[in-house]
């Protein structure tokens, strides 16, 4: 990150003459475009952070459950630890925030200065421009169903361009307020002089392109959101109804006698009691596999389409080997 924000820093200051600007916006999304490896590798490292910070959590709640074994027990491994490893992560994500503000500063300013100038073409075009790849980056992302880990990175790959496309909307706005005043949202301002009229037959189009794009581009970034959103709850209930089914078959194979364990007693009321607990257990062992068959059935979309194939396989596999153990208990 260190290196991003000097290359940033080295950055030209704006310039006041219309090519030169032209070279700098061009020069800006280039290297707009290389930082994007950088976000990546801070998503995943938010992400692993995440995990281990909510393993950190988990352990120092269960030592806050044996208080009365602090002097045996002694400081959490994770006490500290964890809170400096918030600390990195929030200084690293406050700089990175800093970084992509400091970008789409220079963008608006760029587009300020070429309207400054009375480049109002070349304004346009250039958002367009920027729209495009914004749409094509956008089409790109991919839910990958099942995935929770992907579906997560990917969503915060989202959030940032969704961010992006919020700064950009001051620039829409001012092209329309330009395009207002020179009179290109009146049907009469074309056919009233001959040199404007050649002017305007190529300008309108664009303009009109430019917010159906716009507009397109800000549907794409909500329908994606929310096609990851839903992807990730359908994931993360999948998980979760697997988990507990694992642990409803872990408990009950603590409680299923072992080979050549007697099952009946010898008296009547023992007999009775033994009976009463091999149903009880029964039972449960056929409640798991009616739990298991369900399972099954309602995430048969989600196998069907989860992607890549080696994450449909992983999901299939996690279900076959609950089956099975579910199918021994029998």
């Keep these: 990150m260190s290196e991003k924000e000097g290359e940033y820093d080295r950055l030209e200051p704006v310039a006041a003459e219309a090519t030169k600007v032209m070279q700098q916006i061009s020069e800006t999304e280039v290297w707009s475009t290389s930082v994007l490896p950088s976000q990546e590798k801070l998503e995943g490292l938010n992400w692993a952070a995440g995990q281990l910070l909510t393993a950190a959590g988990i352990l120092e709640v269960t030592l806050s459950l044996f208080k009365h074994f602090k002097d045996e027990i002694g400081k959490s491994p994770f006490e ?46 250039s958002l367009i421009q920027w729209i495009q790849v914004t749409q094509a980056s956008v089409d790109s992302i991919p839910v990958s169903r099942g995935d929770t880990r992907s579906l997560e990175f990917e969503l915060a790959r989202t959030k940032v361009v969704q961010a992006s496309v919020a700064k950009r909307q001051i620039d829409v706005a001012r092209l329309n307020q330009e395009a207002k005043r020179l009179g290109l949202d009146e049907p009469s301002s ?21 917010n159906s794009s716009w507009e397109g581009l800000k549907r794409s970034v909500k329908e994606k959101n929310l096609q990851l959103e839903e992807a990730i709850r359908e994931a993360q209930k999948f998980y979760s109804q697997l988990d507990e089914l694992r642990r409803d078959c872990h408990v009950l194979e603590g409680h299923i006698p072992t080979s050549g364990t007697r099952v009946m007693g010898g008296l009547p009321d023992s007999a009775k009691q033994k009976l009463g ?37 992983r999901l299939s596999t996690q279900l076959d080997r609950l089956g099975n153990r579910q199918a021994d208990l029998q």
């Design 190 to 210: 074309v056919g009233t002089d001959t040199s404007l009229d050649q002017v305007n037959e190529k300008r309108i189009p664009r303009l009109r392109q430019l």
């Design 277 to 313: 607990q091999f149903m009880r257990a029964y039972n449960a062992i056929e409640n798991l596999g009616n739990q298991v068959d369900e399972l099954r059935c309602s995430s048969a979309g989600l196998l069907a389409s989860a992607e890549p194939t080696g994450t449909r396989k």
């Design 80 to 125: 500290g630890d964890s809170e400096s490893a918030r600390q990195m992560l929030a200084s690293a994500n406050r700089r990175w925030d800093g970084l992509i503000e400091a970008i789409n500063h220079r963008r608006h300013r760029l587009q300020t200065v070429l309207m400054s100038l009375g480049e109002f073409d070349t304004a346009l075009d």
